[in-house]
């Protein structure tokens, strides 16, 4: 009796669906560990034990700070990396094929304030379908997605041309600069999907995002003299009301054809406000701290001279901060805009890859953020964006993914590979 042997692709997607509930339990265990940014040695540990068992070659390393510092794309930072390795696990191909790298970070920012959580932020519990705590969607789901991907690959006897890096790297949050140090280590490849939360839509750009500070000066005064005083609030206010306006003009007037909505994508906005030292003195200084969103296409130099000027402009208009002009600066976290060619060939593949596991044609936009996709596309690596974690939980309260979409993304990620990378016969 003859048996007709299934096509190793439909294997593959067909192994995923049964290993459910191995996807899940995994990506369940990644939220457990609670990686925040400074203390991602745990879960690289992890991950390190888990490609082990995939047979893969594993890179385990801490960045060098002093070689980051001497490289284009380093953002500074305040901590360094003892004890913080980035990690890379290489399926070897057989020879022939393209080189794929899956990139994702497994560093994610503090679930503060606690109390405001209705669920163990750490808890990775599953309900209704989503899995909830802190990186479930920033990104766990999709480092999920990808390295089961590889598992399904490998678990099904797939041998493929090309070679497939998992590169797992800390401090994106705050810099970028793991991503970085993996390029300058020499982990470069044909192409590279980047497997933030992108919604499962195809992302081949993303924004870019700076941090801002705007000092404002007034002037005290005792409260029995009080109408000599000038409230560094009430100047601070005036210039909250300016970033305002700076962010309605740049959203009604820049434009992208992968942004058709750029309200997400040039979120311009004051996130703290520190003013005052004691209720009954009127403050003389106000620090507003803050973050402005970039186009691809724009510069960073561009972008921060185009702000500085409009909060010049808007001073200029009140008597008192014309003469006490507020200074501006950006500091901190500082990334640029990129994106490639939606007809780039990774892009098409990842395109083709989604029809062929859902049946559905993907949304093809931009990502409204800034990611590491901008230091590998950089550094010459074509980068798209593309992962089952949701941009509306990304820093979220009670953050969760979809079950649904992380084995959705599972199976799209290996299809790409193998489509990609060639499988050898």
């Known amino acids: 009796m003859h048996v007709t042997q299934m096509p190793i692709h439909d294997k593959v997607l067909d192994n995923i669906e049964k290993d459910r509930g ?3 339990d995994f990506l ?17 540990s992890f991950i390190a034990d888990k490609m082990n068992q995939l047979g893969l070659h594993i890179a385990l390393w801490e960045p060098n700070l002093e070689e980051l510092r001497e490289a284009p794309g380093y953002v500074p930072v305040k901590a360094g990396y003892e004890g913080r390795p980035n990690l890379v696990g290489l399926l070897k191909g057989e020879g022939g094929g393209r080189s794929l790298i899956f990139n994702g970070h497994v560093d994610v920012i503090p679930p503060e304030p606690k109390g405001a959580w209705t669920i163990d932020p750490w808890g990775g519990e599953l309900r209704e379908g989503r899995i909830y705590g802190r990186g479930a969607s920033d990104m766990k789901s999709g480092l999920a997605s990808m390295i089961m991907a590889v598992k399904a690959v490998v678990d099904s006897g797939v041998r493929l041309n090309g070679d497939v890096m998992l590169q797992t790297v800390i401090d994106e949050e705050y810099s970028g600069n793991g991503t970085l140090a993996c390029v300058l280590k020499g982990y470069r490849a044909d192409a ?13 750009a993303a924004t870019g995002s700076m941090w801002f500070e705007i000092l404002v000066r007034g002037r005290s005064a005792s409260m029995s003299r009080i109408w000599e005083a000038v409230s560094a609030i009430e100047k601070g206010y005036r210039i909250v009301r300016a970033i305002s306006d700076f962010e309605s003009i740049r959203t009604a007037e820049k434009k992208h054809p992968l942004y058709p909505d750029t309200r997400g994508s040039l979120a311009c906005f004051p996130g703290m406000f520190q003013s005052g030292a004691y209720p009954s ?6 620090l507003i701290k803050g973050r402005m969103g970039t186009l691809p296409g724009e510069t960073v130099e561009g972008s921060q001279r185009e702000f500085t000027e409009f909060i010049q402009r808007a001073a200029s208009c009140d008597p008192w901060l014309r003469s006490n002009p507020p200074e501006t600066k950006f500091v901190g976290y500082c990334g640029e805009p990129a994106e490639i060619s939606a007809d780039h060939p990774i892009c098409t593949t990842l395109i083709g890859s989604f029809e062929r596991c859902t049946g559905e044609t993907p949304t093809v936009r931009g990502h409204d953020g800034c990611t590491d996709a901008r230091i590998l596309i ?3 690596i074509p980068t798209v964006i593309f992962g089952p974690g949701t941009i509306t939980q990304m820093h979220a309260t009670n953050e969760w993914a979809r079950v649904d979409h992380v084995v959705t993304a599972t ?3 290996a299809m790409a590979m193998m489509q990609w990378c ?3 016969e």
Request: proline share 8%; net charge negative; hydrophobic share 35%.
């Open 22 to 24: 191995e996807i899940v």
């Open 28 to 44: 369940q265990r990644l939220i457990r560990i609670p990686s925040v940014t400074e203390h991602e040695a745990e879960i690289q």
């Open 192 to 204: 590279a999907i980047s497997c933030e939360m992108s919604d499962l839509q195809i992302q081949p």
């Open 281 to 286: 003195s009127p403050p003389d200084l106000c």
């Open 378 to 380: 950089r550094y010459g």
């Open 411 to 413: 199976k799209v990620n």
């Open 422 to 424: 060639g499988v050898a």
